[in-house]
């Protein structure tokens, strides 16, 4: 059994959705990422390419329980202009040495996935345990329930595993 904890980021509410069906499938426990200057409207979504184009981080407020007391998290972000958004971009780089296991699960129109998972391994200097991504017209028709399903299954199965390595790696038997 591990103890896995979803953190989510979301500016128009699609992030959330697929948040909070993950947890609802695994029984998993939600926390977030918020702005402290909340934006709207077009000079939000103006605000979103400049953060992009210029890899800013904006100030954020963060609601849950501290990710170093669970084995994983699972961070679930928009993509903007093919990159992570810019709020999860400064949860990652606020919280990097104090992030346990990460899997990363974009949401998205299409593009940019990779660059998101890539942008989180640079910052955290080590790769995701597992990297995904639904699309918004995926999770607006609930076809991508099972392949959250999924994903949430692998992500329990890669921590199942560590938790089975581990004792073997200290067992002095195995030197
Ligand atoms: C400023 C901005 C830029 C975006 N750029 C991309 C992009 O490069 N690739 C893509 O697939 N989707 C892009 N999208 C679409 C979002 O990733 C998609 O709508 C996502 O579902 C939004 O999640 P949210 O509702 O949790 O905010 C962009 C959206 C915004 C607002």
Redesign the pocket.
Known sequence: MNNILVIVY???????RVAELLCSQQNWQLASVAEAHPRKGALG?LR??VDSFFRLQPAIRYDGPPPGDFDAVVLVS?????QLASPMRAFVARQRDRLPDVAVLS??????APNAAAEVARVLGRAPILSSSVT?REVDDGSCAARLQAFGTAVREAEDSHDVARPVTLSPQSS
């Not at 979301?10 to 959330?16: D, E, V």
């Not at 928009?78 to 093919?82: D, H």
């Open positions: 979301s500016y128009t509410g699609t992030s959330r979504t979103c390419v928009p993509i903007w202009m093919l949401v998205m129109g299409g593009q940019g918004m």
